[in-house]
């Protein structure tokens, strides 16, 4: 690593302050969410299945609508699509807020109003991913990815903690606080542009064509394919995050506070890592730097698997979130870089497919491995699983591994207009 002063260069790009705070007010607004919808969801249900279900709701519609979204993005406005599916989110927001009111309600409807929730998220994930390079140029990318990535940790911070206290005082107000969240970020995005904007609009084909035009990029990109798939697996067979609120209950006996500071760990890790991202470049030995995070990440989980103690279990999520950024800014510079401007919309759609296969279908393998085996042997099964899968993709993935600098994987043929700034509205 070397320091380098770009973290302050690039926060004075017109347009790139309101964008990063209306993303942590959307970002703080979802962790707060995520928190009290699962723990009241397990409150209502007292079924680690339940949990699982929670996952899935989201994660069927993002399935199904990431690829449309990918290619509305390089077609139209990125910035009306987020604000689009910004608004739709405030809307499950003020549905959850009436559900909390009910006397007596039912689980059913909760997981209703996620499968509309889900079905906006998978629009938000694509045009914030392609957005970005529009608003920064290309020279200043890899530090704004750093620099965004270390600010929305604040909100990952921040959300859990404020979510296990305001469920404390009642879930609508939580509820409340996220609707206004949602609102403020609608409103923080209004004065920014797209302002470098790069290559032409993908050429006119069938849907089916246009939809997976971005696998196919990343199938022509092992380097990219392997980071990708990497995530994917290790997260989707190692994460914990949905067994947090039966450890939070059962193993290491704290309320909502300790589980809002339980997932507030995973996120402080990150940040911590996110502030050494953006002060010292990563310039070196980029590939086997990612593998070395995913390995932590394995051991760091299953350290947590095994802990009864409040201090070392929070420990043990704040390396692995520390490891997971590491990961999550090397995957994500790296596809930015290699991506032509005209396919970032469909090749995001792509990736957060599989940060959401990782996530989502995680948390419904964590459940559905706790509601067999116990809530610590599904633990177990999946830190020792991370580690199997970091080794394997090591020896499969032998490009990925050999990568040592971030320029290595950007396209030959990228044409030198590509990065120049072309001013139009949004």
Known sequence: MSSHPGGTQVLRQQGFLPFLIARLAAVFAMQIQAVVVAWQVYDLTRDPLALAYVGLAQFIPMLLLLLPAGDLADRHSRKRLLAGSWLVQALCSGL????????????????????LYGSARAFTGPTLQSLLPQIVPRGQLA???AVNSMIMKLAVIGGPLVGGLLYALGGSLAYGVCLGAFLLA?????????RYAGGAKPPEATAWHRFTAGIGYIRSRPVILGAISLDLFAVLLGGVVALLPIYAQEVLMVGPEGLGALRSAIALGALLMGVALSTWSLNRRVGPAMFVAVLVFG????????????WLSFAALLVA????????????????????????GRVSAVNMLFIGSSNELGEFRAGTSAAWFG????????????????GTWMWGFRSLLRVDRFGDVEPQAIPKQQGQAVRHQA
């Open 96 to 115: 959850l807020l009436l559900l909390s009111l009910s006397p007596q309600p039912e689980v059913r409807y909760y997981y209703a109003v996620l499968v």
């Open 143 to 145: 530090r704004a990815i």
């Open 186 to 194: 609608l409103l923080l995005l209004t004065p920014v542009r797209a």
């Open 299 to 310: 051991l760091a989980n299953l350290v947590f698997a095994f802990s009864t103690l409040f």
């Open 321 to 344: 979130g520390a490891a997971d950024m590491i990961s999550v800014y090397i995957r994500s510079t790296l596809i930015q870089l290699a991506t032509p401007d005209e396919m970032r």
């Open 375 to 390: 809530t610590v042997p599904a633990a177990v099964i999946g830190g020792v699983s991370t580690l199997a899968v970091a």
